[in-house]
């Protein structure tokens, strides 16, 4: 499967909560997609937003604190509020 990024540039699409940036696995961008938006516990969050695949060569780049889903123990899981994710 390939791993995507998802990002928006455009302004009225960011997100007051700060989680602007999400990279997730799926056989195809919607599919990774949906991952992303169960991170978020939010269907079609990230309707819209860039998607990037990072499988074979990314480009580099710089994001913010990473923050993942609850039932996970690489990423930090609480939220840049300091509230716990609520996808699984």
Do not use: C, H, I
Not at 24 to 40: F, I, N, P, Q
Not at 71 to 88: E, H, I, K, V
């Amino acid at each position: 499967m390939a791993t995507y990024a998802f990002f928006t540039s455009k302004e009225e699409q960011r997100r007051s909560d700060g989680l602007n940036f999400a990279v997730a696995v799926g056989a195809t961008a919607s599919a990774a997609r949906v991952v992303a938006e169960t991170l978020l516990g939010e269907p079609n969050a990230l309707v819209g937003w860039t998607a990037v695949d990072l499988t074979s060569s990314p480009a580099a780049f710089v994001g913010g604190l990473p923050v993942g889903a609850k039932a996970q123990t690489t990423w930090p899981t609480l939220g840049r509020g300091g509230d716990p994710m609520r996808g699984t």
